[in-house]
């Protein structure tokens, strides 16, 4: 079970940070990602982290965003810094037991999502 928080409305440039607790057989994922959607888009993929603690991002998030993880509290983070008015989604934190790093970007790769936490940018 992957349940995600943290969400909120932001002026422009401001941050957050989104947090995902992973319980069950998730805890012990290969990888964590996390994923962002608008309405009437496709989700796509912000960044992922394996379970070495390397981190993966998308081109267009790279320098603001940052992927991390707690194994002790079992908790995944996105920290959001200088957010954009594109930022605005809700965003999902997600599992899988296979981590090719060549498709972390595609969403049936993942075994497990959250229910997603909204982000909205003013």
């Known amino acids: 079970q992957l349940v995600e928080s943290g969400g909120g409305s932001v002026q422009a440039g401001g941050s957050l940070r989104l947090a995902c607790v992973f319980s069950g057989h998730t805890y012990n994922p290969s990888c964590l990602a996390w994923f962002r959607q608008v309405p009437g888009k496709e989700r796509e993929g912000v960044g992922t982290?394996?379970?070495?603690?390397?981190?993966t991002y998308a081109d267009h998030v790279k320098g603001r965003f940052t992927i991390s993880k707690d194994s002790a509290k079992n908790t995944l983070y996105l920290q959001i810094n200088n957010l954009k008015p594109e930022d605005a989604a809700m965003y999902y934190c997600?599992?899988?037991?296979?981590?090719?790093?060549?498709?972390?970007?595609?969403?049936?790769?993942?075994?497990?999502w959250g229910q997603g936490t909204q982000v909205t940018v003013s």
């Open positions: 997600a599992a899988r037991t296979r981590c090719t790093i060549s498709t972390w970007r595609t969403v049936s790769e993942y075994d497990y």
């Open positions: 982290i394996d379970s070495d603690g390397k981190t």
